[in-house]
């Protein structure tokens, strides 16, 4: 079955310590992207991916950094999370572009405290 | 800088009755705008892409269409499985391939 798959769904830590959420689509697409969502600010797009080894920023991009070293695989790596971090985060990938069907996935809930 | 808004932020429709949701934008050439259904809880589902102005595109009991200025996502007839959040998305020509989103636009449809 096609899919994006995130790990963990929920996640609930402290300011400052590091955490990765993993994102992982089966589907050999070249686009991979971020996103956080928050009641009243919308989706946002942290960072996205082109393809292997080719990341750019997306809208907010502070506090987040991200690795892109397989087609399949882009983490999204907190290295000192902090409260205002705390939001929905999903991870989406199309195939060679926006363009073309962008698919999400689950969602993972991220507190930090 | 790029905006996008969406109109109304909510809506309420009874079974049948069309309407249409409007998502406008101010962007520095328009390389694609994009529209998504998103349920609770569940992560957005890609509708359409539209890229320039006159295009329209349908599924169902949906249609969107474009101008220079806006989209519309018109309702046709809707049941209440059409409820859910819409979403829109423009990718802007000075922004690489950065996604904009709009706040969306809560849709209720009443038996």
């Known amino acids: 079955e096609a899919q994006v798959t995130q790990n963990p769904r929920y996640l609930i830590t402290v300011t400052g310590k590091k955490l990765t959420v993993t994102c992982s689509q089966n589907m050999n697409h070249e686009y991979m992207s971020w996103y956080r969502q928050d009641p009243g600010l919308g989706l946002r797009q942290i960072y996205y991916s082109m393809n292997v080894e080719v990341t750019d920023k997306g809208d907010v991009p502070e506090g987040y950094k991200v690795s892109r070293k397989e087609k399949r695989n882009f983490p999204l790596i907190l290295e000192s999370p902090s409260p205002n971090q705390t939001s929905l985060y999903f991870c989406?990938?199309?195939?060679?572009?926006?363009?073309?069907?962008?698919?999400f996935g689950p969602g993972t809930r991220l507190t930090v405290l | 800088e790029d905006q996008v808004t969406q109109s109304p932020e909510a809506l309420r429709l009874q079974e049948g009755e069309s309407s249409s949701l409007n998502c406008s934008y101010t962007?520095?050439?328009?390389?694609?705008l994009f529209w998504y259904r998103q349920d609770p809880g569940k992560g957005p589902e890609f509708l359409f892409t539209l890229y320039s102005a006159g295009e329209e595109k349908e599924k169902e009991r949906l249609k969107a269409t474009l101008t220079k200025k806006e989209s519309f996502l018109h309702i046709t007839a809707p049941k209440p499985e059409d409820s859910a959040t819409y979403l829109c998305a423009v990718q802007a020509g000075n922004a690489g391939n950065m996604l904009t989103f709009g706040g969306g636009t809560r849709l209720m449809v009443k038996p």
């Open positions: 962007v520095s050439g328009l390389r694609g």
């Open positions: 989406a990938s199309s195939l060679r572009s926006w363009a073309d069907t962008q698919y």
